[in-house]
């Protein structure tokens, strides 16, 4: 049993260590009760029918019946089922796959434990998440063009408690959602770091990136936000400002970011009732980010209080 | 002629303040509805005539008959061409 509450079975002990120490290195607050269940096989196929989505290297397609949802891994084969009514994902990895298995964790096996965190009502949501120094929780939404990182960088070195700069979690708790995050390098491209002013970090090269731990930028990580606020974020020029967002269309904005809302029969309903609620005990703004913000990180506050 | 329509069952509701966002998981697009289509949609989780959706606008708005038989034709012609109709159904 991993510390994140997500078990690993695998015959192979070299591929289970690492794949335990992945998971644990993610630090995520999940509860018991989840599986990868591992085999290193010569042959995997990847064939896929009824192929639904696509994400960088990664496709899925639904089993029949709405049984749930199948996963393949192309650059080195590898595939997943994961059942509807199963807290299981079954794993397929091929030697080729074993061979590179940091960038299958990090590109396909993250997708797999996506799918499986949804069998605890965890919903994916593209967004950094963060704490500001009143203690209100923020969402930052958007693409991958979207300022999130640099952004989740600039409050973390400005003193705010930062979770992700990408993979938030939603789970509903009583009226409320909340957030739970991984704990992983915020990823900046070269254009972030030169604005923050920052050298050193952890080379990502297969990313074109460079980490930098919250904790390293005089931050502090936060596994868990209640979000009082969220902003759909794009990059401007020089000044930034905010935009009020109607609730319907911050649902809108917020299907956009989590878009595995539209996978599963079975669980639609509840993850777009998740986005729904989120809207409701947050404020929902359309943010356009200038550079003038790092000269003042807290003007963010200014423009939504 | 009483043809009956109900919503495709890969739609998905939600209701935002009277306003609606529609998903449709089949396509996999969304959409954003008004009040009164929101209405109608939640409706046409069992068929309906056009008789008994416009009934349910009456009961809920203050419109005429021939008001909200116009909205109900332009709704649906909208819900038909972006194909949130059932198609077993609307025949």
């Known amino acids: 049993m991993t510390a994140t509450g ?28 989840l599986t990868l269940e591992v085999s290193v096989m010569p042959v995997v196929s990847t064939e896929l029918e009824d192929v639904v989505f696509e994400q960088p290297g990664v496709r899925f397609a639904r089993l029949p019946e709405g049984q749930g949802l199948r996963l393949a891994w192309d650059e080195a084969a590898a595939a997943a089922e994961v059942p509807a009514a199963a807290m299981l994902a079954s794993v397929w990895l091929s030697p080729a796959a074993v061979e590179r298995l940091e960038r299958c964790t990090r590109i396909f096996l993250m997708a797999v434990l996506v799918v499986l965190l949804r069998r605890i ?28 990182s640099t952004t989740a960088a600039l409050l973390a070195a400005s003193g705010w408690r930062v979770g992700t700069d990408d993979a938030a979690f939603l ?39 460079v980490g930098f731990w919250p904790e390293d930028l005089g931050g502090v990580w936060t596994p868990l936000v209640d979000p009082e606020i969220i902003i759909f974020t794009s990059v401007g020029d020089t000044h930034t400002a905010a935009e009020p967002l109607a609730r319907s269309a911050a649902v809108a904005e917020l299907v956009r970011w989590s878009a595995w809302v539209m996978l599963e029969l079975h669980l639609a309903q ?34 939504v209080t | 002629m009483n043809q009956r329509f109900k ?31 929101l209405v109608i949609l939640q409706a046409l989780e069992s068929p309906q005539s056009v008789a008994d959706l416009v009934r349910r606008l009456m009961e809920r708005y203050e419109v005429t008959a021939e008001q909200a038989e116009a909205s ?20």
Not at chain 1, 272 to 298: E, M
Not at chain 2, 11 to 18: C, I, S, Y
């Open chain 1, 6 to 33: 997500v078990r690993v079975r695998c015959a192979d002990a070299g591929v289970r260590a690492a794949l335990e120490a992945w998971i644990d290195g993610l630090r995520l607050d999940a509860p018991p009760g």
């Open chain 1, 121 to 148: 009502g965890w919903f994916h949501l593209h967004a950094a998440t963060a704490i500001d120094p009143d203690g209100r929780g923020w969402l930052v939404a958007g693409n991958a063009e979207a300022g999130k």
């Open chain 1, 171 to 209: 789970e509903r708790h009583g009226e409320r959602v909340v957030v739970h995050t991984c704990h992983a390098p915020i990823a900046l491209r070269k254009g972030g770091r030169r604005l923050l002013a920052r050298a050193g970090g952890i080379a990502l090269p297969a990313r074109g990136k």
């Open chain 1, 270 to 303: 509840r993850h777009l009732d998740v986005l729904t609620r989120l809207t409701h005990q947050a404020r929902c703004y359309r943010v356009t980010l200038g550079s003038d913000l790092f000269a003042r990180p807290n003007r963010l506050i200014e423009l």
């Open chain 2, 7 to 37: 919503r495709h069952p890969e739609l998905r509701l939600a209701d935002v303040e009277g306003d609606g966002v529609v998903l449709h998981l089949g396509t996999r697009r969304y959409f954003s509805v008004s009040e009164s289509g």
């Open chain 2, 72 to 91: 109900v034709h332009e709704f649906l012609d909208t819900c038909r061409a972006a194909e949130l109709l059932d198609p077993e159904e609307a025949r």
